[in-house]
């Protein structure tokens, strides 16, 4: 069992910045960020690898290329999202979530592979 806890939410002016914490009480393989609006669906934003060695780099969907990045702390077993330049758009539910299993190297694990999920932290850009 992986529980997950995020932190770091909250309101912000578009053009801001926020740094999302998500730390993870297991070990895991991989770590990413999601987010979601109601009537909409779940979007994968980041995710990164986690387990020992390497893998493959941090993934990023094209919406936040550039703006967010993904990065962990092993010693802490924290993943973060910094979140920069934020637009009304990021306003959403965002998830940290983890996958336990190694899926190959350079894999990138499928959305499906992501077992464990985080209660959810709001963010809100305003315009």
């Known amino acids: 069992q992986v529980q997950l806890v995020e932190s770091g939410g909250g309101s912000v002016q578009a053009g801001g910045s926020l740094r999302l914490s998500c730390t993870a009480s297991g070990s895991t393989y991989s770590m990413g960020w999601f987010r979601q609006v109601p009537g909409k669906e779940r979007e994968r934003i980041a995710v990164?690898?986690?387990?020992?060695?390497?893998?493959?780099?941090?993934s990023y969907a094209d919406s936040v290329k550039g703006r967010f990045t993904i990065s962990q702390d092993n010693a802490k077993n924290v993943v973060y999202l910094q979140m920069i330049s934020l637009k009304p758009e990021d306003t959403a539910m965002y998830y940290c979530a983890a996958d336990r299993f190694y899926r190959g190297y350079r894999t990138i694990p499928r959305t499906d592979h992501f077992d464990f999920w985080g209660q959810g932290t709001q963010v809100t850009v305003s315009s």
């Open positions: 990164i690898y986690t387990g020992v060695g390497s893998s493959y780099m941090p």
